[in-house]
C-alpha cells in the first residue's frame, strides 16, 4: 500500500494536507489547460485529455513506485496518438492504450523497470527533439487561422499542406496566439507563482470573445464544447483483427511512456533525495492506462514538469496528485461552459512552448559536437521521429541503443598476457615488449576483464590465439573479472579449449566465478576441462603448473620467471 495511506488521518491533515492542497492546486491549475491542448493535439476532443488527467493522476498516485509522479497525457505521446487516430480512428486509440497498459504491467511483473535506463540518451533525447519538432510545426495551422488543410501522419504531406494555404491566414488568430505567446513568455517574470499557460489562455480568450468573437475557431465551435458531466464506463470493440493491428503502436506507446515516466521518476528523486520502484512505477502506469480508455481517456505517462512543480509546490505525499486531479474533476464540472470559448489558436502557442521546452536543444547540440557513434544514432533516430514515424523511430532506436550497448560492452573485454612477479609473486599487466624477456617457455597466463557475451566473445578467442605464437605446456586464464558468459562465449571458449587440447595444451582456469562456472559446467565444458583443472587463485594454478611441467627443460632454461625456476635447476 502507498506510504500516505499510512499515515493516521488526524496526523495527516495536522502536518500534511496543507501544503499537499497548495502543490495540488498549483498542479490541477496547470495541468487543466495541458489536457485540452495535448488531446486537441492528439486529434481527440478536448474533454478525453481531462479525464484521461483526472483518472491516470489519480490510479498513478496511488498505486506508482513514485510518490511525487503525476501522471496524464503528454506532449511525447501526441505524434504517436494523432497518427493512431488518423489511420485507425478513435475507438481504436481506446484499444491501444488498454494493450498498451497490459504490456506495462508485464514488464513491471518481468522486473523490467531497471533495463530502461540502460537506454542511450542519444536515443531518448533523438525522438524526444523530433517529437518537439513534430508537435511545434503541427500547431502552425492553428497559430496562423489557416482553413482548409486535411491533417496527414506524414510530416512532409503536413508541411506541405501548410504551405499550400498559406493564403487563408486569418489576422484574427494569428493575434490571438500571438497575444497568448507573449502573456505567456511574459507572466513568469512579473508574477512568478502564476501559471503563464493559464494566464495566457484567459486573457487572450477575453480579448478574443470581446472583440472578434465570430473570427476564430474555438473549442466549442469545433468540438462542440466540453461536457460538463462524468463520463461513462464503456469497454472499447475488442476484436482479433484489431488487436493484431494495434499490437505494435500499443508497444510503441508503452515503450515510450516506461521511458517517460521512469525519467520523470528519475527527475523526481534528485530534487527530493527519494528513490523510486521503478517496477512499481510501470505496473502503476499499466492500471492507468487500461482503465482510463474505459472512460475514454487516452494514454497517460509520467509528466516531469508537473511532477517538478508538484515538488516545488511542497508536495508531502501521494494526496497532493490526487488533490490536483479532484481540482481538475471540479473544475470541469462547473467551467465546462466557459472552457467552450477557448480559440485553438490560444492553445497553439501552449503546445509550442511545451515542445521548446522537451526538445532539449542543449543535449541535442552537446552530443552532436562529440561526433561519435552516439551523434550518428540521435541524428537518425531524430530524423525518423520526424519524416517516418515514432514507432519505427522507437524500433530503430532500441536496436541502436542494443547495438550500442554491444559495441561499449564489446570494448569492456580486455585480454591481456601477463608475467609474475618474482619477488610478491602478484601478477602485473606487461607490455609486448618485456613479454619475451620475462615469459615463461612452458607456461603462459592470460588475464581476462569484462563480460564474455556475444559481442566480445569473438575478440576475446581472436586475441587469445593471436597472442599464443609458439606452444607452452599449460595455459592458464585468469577469469576473476569475467562477470557473466553467455551462450556464444562459451562457445568461444569451448573452441579455444579444442584448439588447445589438439596441441597438447593443458587448460587451466583461476578465479572463476559463480555465474560463469554454471554456465559451462550446464554445457559439459567444465568436465571437457577437467575439474582438477579449476583453482580459487591465480597463484593455486600456477603452483599446479609448474609441479608438472617439464623439469628436465626447466634444467636447460635460463630465465628466472618464477622462485621454483632456480630449484628446479640445482
Not at 117 to 136: C, E, L, M, Q, Y
Not at 148 to 162: P, Q, T, V, Y
Not at 374 to 400: D, K, P, R
Request: glycine fraction near 8%; charged fraction near 15%; hydrophobic fraction near 50%.
Amino acid at each position: 500500500m502507498p506510504r500516505a495511506i499510512r499515515i493516521p488521518l488526524k496526523r495527516y491533515f495536522t502536518r500534511f494536507f496543507k501544503k499537499d492542497l497548495l502543490s495540488g492546486l498549483t498542479v490541477g491549475v496547470i495541468s487543466l489547460p495541458l489536457a485540452m491542448a495535448f488531446a486537441i493535439a492528439s486529434g481527440v476532443n478536448p474533454e478525453y485529455g481531462i479525464y484521461t488527467t483526472i483518472i491516470a493522476a489519480c490510479l498513478v498516485a496511488l498505486f506508482g513506485g513514485s510518490k511525487y509522479q503525476v501522471s496524464g497525457p503528454t506532449g511525447a505521446f501526441i505524434p504517436i496518438l494523432l497518427s493512431i487516430v488518423l489511420v485507425y480512428g478513435y475507438d481504436s486509440l481506446l484499444i491501444a492504450g488498454f494493450l498498451s497498459g497490459i504490456i506495462l504491467i508485464v514488464m513491471g511483473f518481468l522486473d523490467m523497470g531497471s533495463l530502461i535506463k540502460f537506454i542511450p540518451r542519444s536515443v531518448t533525447i533523438g525522438f524526444t527533439a523530433g517529437i518537439a519538432v513534430n508537435i511545434f510545426t503541427g500547431q502552425i495551422a492553428n497559430f496562423l487561422g489557416l482553413t482548409g488543410l486535411e491533417r496527414h501522419e506524414s510530416f512532409l504531406a503536413n508541411m506541405k499542406d501548410i504551405i499550400i494555404h498559406l493564403g487563408s491566414i486569418n489576422p484574427y488568430s494569428t493575434m490571438t496566439a500571438v497575444i497568448c505567446f507573449v502573456i505567456i513568455l511574459v507572466t513568469p517574470r512579473i508574477l512568478p507563482k502564476v501559471p503563464g499557460s493559464l494566464a495566457g489562455l484567459i486573457i487572450s480568450t477575453l480579448i478574443a470573445s470581446i472583440f472578434f468573437p465570430n473570427d476564430v475557431s474555438t473549442i466549442a465551435s469545433t468540438f462542440g464544447g466540453i461536457p460538463g458531466n462524468l463520463p461513462h464506463i464503456k469497454f472499447p470493440d475488442f476484436t482479433l483483427d484489431k488487436l493484431h493491428q494495434l499490437l505494435q503502436p500499443a508497444l510503441t506507446i508503452a515503450i515510450l511512456g516506461s521511458i517517460e515516466s521512469l525519467m520523470s521518476a528519475v527527475v523526481a528523486d534528485g530534487m527530493t533525495g527519494t528513490r523510486h520502484n521503478s517496477n512499481r512505477e510501470l505496473i502503476g502506469q499499466g492500471i492507468a492506462n487500461m482503465i482510463t480508455p474505459l472512460f475514454g481517456g487516452i494514454p497517460a505517462t509520467g509528466a516531469i514538469a508537473r511532477t517538478a512543480t508538484n515538488i516545488k509546490s511542497g508536495a508531502v505525499t501521494r494526496y497532493s496528485v490526487v488533490i490536483s486531479a479532484i481540482f481538475v474533476l471540479v473544475t470541469m464540472l462547473i467551467l465546462a461552459p466557459y472552457a467552450g470559448l477557448i480559440p485553438l489558436a490560444s492553445m497553439a502557442p501552449v503546445l509550442m512552448i511545451v515542445a521548446y521546452n522537451m526538445s532539449e536543444h542543449h543535449a541535442f547540440m552537446g552530443i552532436l559536437k562529440i561526433r561519435s557513434f552516439s551523434a550518428g544514432v540521435l541524428l537518425i533516430t531524430f530524423f525518423l521521429t520526424v519524416i517516418a514515424n515514432l514507432t519505427l523511430a522507437v524500433e530503430v532506436g532500441l536496436l541502436l541503443a542494443m547495438m550500442l550497448f554491444v559495441k561499449r560492452m564489446s570494448e569492456i573485454m580486455v585480454v591481456n598476457q601477463v608475467v609474475i612477479d618474482k619477488e610478491t609473486n602478484i601478477i602485473e599487466i606487461v607490455d609486448e615488449e618485456l613479454l619475451d624477456e620475462h615469459n615463461c617457455p612452458q607456461i603462459s597466463i592470460f588475464s581476462i576483464d569484462g563480460p564474455l557475451f556475444f559481442g566480445a566473445a569473438q575478440m576475446f578467442s581472436e586475441s587469445i590465439m593471436r597472442t599464443i605464437n609458439y606452444n607452452p605446456d599449460f595455459i592458464i586464464l585468469r577469469m576473476s573479472r569475467v562477470s557473466i558468459i553467455d551462450i556464444t562465449g562459451e562457445n568461444h571458449l569451448r573452441s579455444i579449449v579444442d584448439q588447445l587440447q589438439k596441441k597438447g595444451i593443458t587448460i587451466l582456469i583461476a578465479g572463476l566465478k559463480q555465474q560463469p562456472e554454471k554456465k559451462i559446467k550446464a554445457t559439459g565444458l567444465y568436465e571437457k576441462i577437467g575439474e582438477n583443472h579449476f583453482f580459487p587463485h591465480t597463484i593455486n594454478a600456477q603452483n599446479y603448473a609448474i609441479e608438472h611441467v617439464d623439469k628436465n627443460y626447466c634444467t636447460k632454461c635460463q630465465r628466472d620467471v618464477f622462485k621454483q625456476c632456480v630449484l628446479a635447476r640445482e
